[in-house]
C-alpha cells in the first residue's frame, strides 16, 4: 500500500475518523472555557504571538528575554490562528487537532515503507487511540507543530536515501530546522539523523548527508546569528543551556549528595552569581550557565547518570491524568486522590505496559531481520528525545514527539510480521546480507523479492 492508497483505504479512513473523535471529545472538555487549554509555557506563547517584532527584534522590549527562550515557528504559527479566526483559542486548537491527524497520516504512510500495511493500519489504531497524542494536542504547546516536522522529515530522508534523490535531503534538512525553530530540542537531529545513511549500502550516500546537513544548519544557524547581533553571543536558544543548569545539572548534584532539587540549585546558583565581571545580558549569562552545568555533571557522573534514569522513566511512564484534568476544569489537576483517577492511572498503566511489549517485539523482529535502518529510524529518534528530556522537569509531554516512532514498533509487534511491505520496497532495507550496493542504482531497478524474516 502506497501513500496514494492509503489516502483511499476505508481501514485507513476510519481510523483518522476514530482519531478525530478522541481529539474532540477532548476539546469539548474545554471549549466553554478557553483557558483551559493554556499552560504556564502558553501565557509566554501568546505574548510573543501578540507581537513578534517586539519578542524577536527590540532588546529594550519586556518580551524579549522571553523570545531568546522561546524559538520563532510556534508563536508564528499560533499569532496567524490567532489571526485568522479573531482571536479564538477554541479555534486555534481545532485547527491544531487537524495537524495531529496530519501527522498520523504521515506516520501510517511510513510505518507501511518501514513495516508493512497491517502494521501501520495498527500503529494508526495506537495513535488514535493514544490518550497523550489526544490530550496534547488540545494544548496551547508547540508539541503537535514539532511532531509533525518531525515525521515529515525523517519521512522525506528515508525517500531520499531509497532514491538517492538530492532535493528530498534538502526538503527533509529544511524540516527538521524548521523542527529546531520550534522546539530547542530538535537542534542537533538533522545531524543525529545523518547516521542513519551508514545503514544503508548505497555508493553515493556523502553528497545526501552534506545536503542534510547543509539545510538542517540554515534556519539554526540563521537564528543564531541573528541573536548574535542582538545580544552579542551566538545563541540558538537559552532554553537549552537554563534547563541543563537548573535541572540536568542541580538534579545530578541533589542525587550524588542526597539533598533537594531547590537546595541544590541555590548552591549552583551561588557558583554561577561569583563568576566575575557580571553577565552583561540573558545571553552572556546563559552561555556561563551551559559553561558552569557541564563542569558540574562532570564532577557528579554518578548522579547525572540516575537523574536521567529517573527523568526518562517518569517520561515514558507518564499517564497525561494532570492534562486531562486541565482540561477538565479541576482545581487540583495534579491531585490523584480522588478514586476516578486512580482507576484512570491503573487502566493507563496497564495499556501502557501492553503497548511497551508490543514495542520490544518490534524492536525484537527487526533485529532479527537485520533491519537497521528502520531499528535507526525509529529507536534512533525515540532515545534521542528521551535522552535530550532525561532531566528532573521530565514529564508526559515529552513523550509525545516520540510516540509516532514508538507507534511503528508497536504496530509491527502486534501485527508479528512484516507482510504486505509496499511493492519495490528496496532490498537493502529490508535487511537481506546477499544484496550489495551495486544492485541499488535507482528507484525503477529491479529488485530482488526479500528473504522472509
Not at 494536542?137 to 531520499?160: R, Y
Not at 548552591?267 to 552583561?280: D, F, G, M, N
Not at 549569562?285 to 522513566?313: C, D, F, N, W, Y
Not at 502486534?414 to 541499488?440: I, L
Amino acid at each position: 500500500m502506497n501513500e496514494t492508497a492509503l489516502r483511499t483505504s476505508g481501514q485507513f479512513r476510519l481510523i483518522l475518523a476514530l482519531a478525530l473523535f478522541v481529539r474532540a471529545i477532548c476539546w469539548t472538555m474545554a471549549a466553554g472555557d478557553p483557558q483551559r487549554f493554556l499552560t504556564v509555557d502558553a501565557l509566554q506563547y501568546m505574548a510573543l504571538a501578540d507581537d513578534l517584532r517586539a519578542g524577536y527584534l527590540d532588546p529594550s522590549s519586556e518580551t524579549f528575554v522571553t523570545g531568546l527562550i522561546r524559538t520563532p515557528l510556534y508563536p508564528m504559527f499560533l499569532g496567524a490562528l490567532l489571526f485568522l479566526f479573531h482571536g479564538s483559542v477554541p479555534a486555534a486548537i481545532a485547527a491544531q487537532i487537524l495537524l495531529a491527524l496530519a501527522t498520523i497520516w504521515l506516520t501510517c504512510a511510513l510505518a507501511d515503507r518501514l513495516v508493512g500495511r497491517r502494521a501501520a493500519l495498527v500503529c494508526g489504531l495506537v495513535l488514535a487511540l493514544d490518550p497523550v497524542s489526544a490530550l496534547f494536542s488540545c494544548l496551547v504547546q508547540p508539541e503537535t507543530l514539532f511532531t509533525l516536522l518531525l515525521v515529515a522529515g525523517v519521512s522525506a530522508w528515508l525517500t531520499a536515501l531509497e532514491r538517492g534523490d538530492r532535493g528530498l535531503a534538502a526538503g527533509s534538512g529544511l524540516l527538521l530546522g524548521l523542527a529546531a525553530l520550534t522546539r530547542p530540542i530538535g537542534l542537533f537531529i538533522p545531524l543525529c539523523l545523518s547516521a542513519t545513511a551508514l545503514l544503508t549500502p548505497i555508493r553515493r550516500r556523502a553528497p545526501l548527508v552534506l545536503i542534510l546537513l547543509l539545510t538542517g544548519g540554515i534556519p539554526i544557524g540563521a537564528w543564531s546569528a541573528k541573536n548574535w547581533l542582538l545580544t552579542g553571543f551566538p545563541v540558538f536558544s537559552i532554553a537549552g543551556h537554563s534547563s541543563l543548569f537548573d535541572y540536568r545539572a542541580a538534579g545530578a548534584l541533589a542525587e550524588d549528595e542526597g539533598i533537594s532539587l531547590e537546595e541544590a540549585r541555590a548552591r549552583i546558583w551561588q557558583r554561577l552569581l561569583a563568576i566575575k565581571p557580571v553577565a552583561r545580558n540573558a545571553a552572556e549569562l546563559s552561555s556561563r550557565q551551559r559553561g558552569l552545568a557541564l563542569t558540574i555533571l562532570a564532577e557528579h557522573p554518578r548522579g547525572a547518570l540516575k537523574m536521567m534514569l529517573r527523568g526518562v522513566t517518569h517520561m515514558m511512564t507518564g499517564t497525561g491524568l494532570t492534562a486531562l484534568s486541565n482540561l477538565m476544569g479541576d482545581p487540583s489537576p495534579a491531585d490523584v486522590s480522588e478514586p476516578w483517577k486512580q482507576a484512570a492511572q491503573a487502566l493507563q498503566a496497564l495499556i501502557l505496559a501492553v503497548v511497551y511489549l508490543a514495542v520490544a517485539r518490534g524492536v525484537y523482529l527487526l533485529w532479527v531481520r537485520g533491519d537497521w535502518l528502520t531499528l535507526g529510524l525509529t529507536l534512533g529518534a525515540v532515545a534521542y528525545l528521551a535522552l535530550l528530556s532525561a532531566g528532573p522537569e521530565a514529564n508526559t509531554r515529552f513523550r509525545f514527539p516520540a510516540t509516532p516512532f514508538l507507534a511503528i514498533l508497536a504496530g509491527l509487534g502486534f501485527a508479528g510480521s512484516f507482510t504486505e511491505k509496499k511493492a519495490g520496497a528496496q532490498p537493502w532495507r529490508a535487511g537481506s546480507r546477499n544484496v550489495g550496493p551495486q544492485e541499488h542504482v535507482g528507484p525503477t531497478t529491479q529488485t530482488r523479492k526479500p528473504a522472509a524474516p
